[in-house]
């Protein structure tokens, strides 16, 4: 039999569901799908997933097969490509809350083959943690302690693969639509990219030998190099599985070793999120709590615009959107207190900011990027409440103390300053020596917020 699987966000070989089962049935034909939509919502991630696939490739060589690539609409081409190998069978993932199975199981049959969908190798099963009454959690503490006490299936090693008697031609590893989306960017963040799934867990060896005793201090400083497992980015175009860092931490975590409860709670957080999108699918575009409905926030504005180029005169704001827009991440510290400001100080919606992100991040999750908007906006669930609004100069002091961080992202001489200019679109006519002054005082648009919270209770 030949079999396709098609890799959908799986960029690797290791504990991959879909591929174990197609290895099994017949000869497999790896498949990669480049949908131009995807490109043009999401640039930063679709560069983050172009630059794995030679990386993909080279793996696939190594065990005597290939990668084919074609660019299209998902359902066009997997009706094409199953009528043209003659394949029995497409196995491919489910389960992932950005992307629709809607049609592609028609398509395939009128291709000639079955579509086998496989749930994506996270720790848990959707809907398998729930309260004594069996209701979902909506506070991540509770929820944390009980998956604690799950048993995390094994992840599965990487399956021995067949070929076929012909291969299919692919349209080779470039994604040009990626690269026409981020424009003068793609080369400025390639600098910042490490892809592939032997460099992922490389990483995570990395960490947890020499960082992850620190972990709980130093994630929340983002002057420090590798504070953080750097893994957010490999996880999100599925380089590596949440099972496989669990169980190569588990060890640890049975041994008291410092920081691996502290890291391990940070993956659960990421079960969380998909727990929460499982629950309320529509959590990316509508207030997870009702009562936010009415909440005077502004949609798209001249002050929103200033922040995504990291103009608000805000030191600590700046410099993360100007991190963001080089490298594609953003410390959770100070997406923080980018997200506070830009839903508080300046009154603008959470989705806004959701979609900027989306745009912009290569380790965007559509989960975990609905789960924290609306969690640091206050309409979330377990959310940080519209009172606690962060003040970015204080914030500033306590994780920045000698401006090392706002320095690399804002003195005009520094590297950082200068990738930001030659990465920034010409239209935003970047002038590094040009001062920005904030519309209104950080105390000044507090109050404006609490007032405005105040009236949303009355």
Known sequence: MTVICWFRRMLRLDDHPALVAAAREGAVIPLVILA???????????????????????????????????????????????RETGADTVHT?????FYSDHGLKAAVERGGATLCLHHPADLIPRGSVTTKTGDPYKVFTPFWKSMRQCDIAQPLDAPSLSSPDRWPDSDGLDWPEARRAMRRGWDVMAEHIRPGEDEALDRLDAFMSDDMADYKANRDLPWRE???????????????????????????????????????????????????????????????????????????????????????????????????YVTGRMHNRVRMITGSYLTKNLLTDWRVGLEWFEHALIDWDAASNAMNWQWVAGSGADSAPFFRIFNPDTQAEKFDAKGRYRDFWLNPESKGAKSFAEAAPESWKIDLKKKHYPAMSLGESRKRALSAYQDLKG
């Open 226 to 324: 590798h504070g953080t497992s750097e893994l957010s980015d490999s996880l999100a175009v599925g380089e590596i599985s949440a099972r496989r860092i669990w169980h190569r931490c588990l060890p640890a975590l049975h041994d008291g070793r410092k920081g691996a409860e502290t890291f391990m709670s940070e993956l659960a957080w990421r079960e969380f999120g998909r727990e929460l999108m499982h629950q309320s699918p529509k959590m990316d575009s509508d207030n997870w709590r009702d009562e936010w409905a009415d909440f005077p926030w502004k949609r798209d504005n001249a002050e929103a615009e200033a922040w995504k180029r990291g103009q608000t005169g805000i030191a600590m704001v700046d410099a993360g959107m100007r991190e963001l």
């Open 36 to 82: 131009p939509q995807e490109a043009r919502l999401r640039p930063a991630s679709a560069q983050r997933q172009a630059m794995s696939l030679p990386r993909l490739e080279a793996s696939l060589r190594s065990r005597h097969s290939r990668l084919i690539v074609r660019r299209g609409d998902p359902a066009e081409v997997l009706e094409a490509i199953a």
């Open 93 to 97: 993932t489910t389960g992932f809350p």
